[in-house]
């Protein structure tokens, strides 16, 4: 009797296998019996851009954050002193160098502020 249970879960496994494959989708086909089967679609992973896009926003959020609230010296001074430190820091203080869009962004909230 294990024998036949064994069987049958092994059987099951394998359907819920191939349905879970063909839930991406898939093509009607005609098989060399002249059988309908189902083949699933292969779609490649796509790279994330919306995620990456939204994060870039936020970034160029933040450091514009930053100018506003602090004043042209003090950044500088923050950047000077992150550029003498580790690797990590060094890396943080060329991401958070001012740039064009950033002023333009700190800029209009400067004018929000006052």
């Known amino acids: 009797m ?8 092994k059987r ?9 494959k063909l839930s991406g989708g898939y093509t009607l086909r005609l098989n ?6 189902a083949r699933p679609h292969f ?3 796509a790279f994330p ?3 990456l896009f939204v994060t870039a926003l936020i970034a160029l959020g933040f450091k514009a954050y930053i100018m ?6 003090t950044y500088a001074g923050k950047l000077d002193t992150l550029s003498q430190g580790h690797m990590f820091e060094q890396a943080g203080a060329w991401v958070m160098q ?6 333009a962004v700190a800029r209009v909230m ?3 502020r006052s």
């Open 43 to 45: 779609t490649a992973l």
């Open 32 to 37: 060399k019996q002249n059988l309908i089967v």
């Open 2 to 9: 294990s024998g036949h249970r064994d069987q049958f879960y």
């Open 98 to 103: 001012p740039d064009p869009a950033t002023d």
């Open 49 to 51: 851009w919306k995620a």
């Open 68 to 73: 506003t609230v602090m004043d042209a010296p």
């Open 110 to 112: 400067r004018m929000m």
């Open 12 to 20: 099951l496994r394998r359907i819920t296998r191939q349905h879970n």
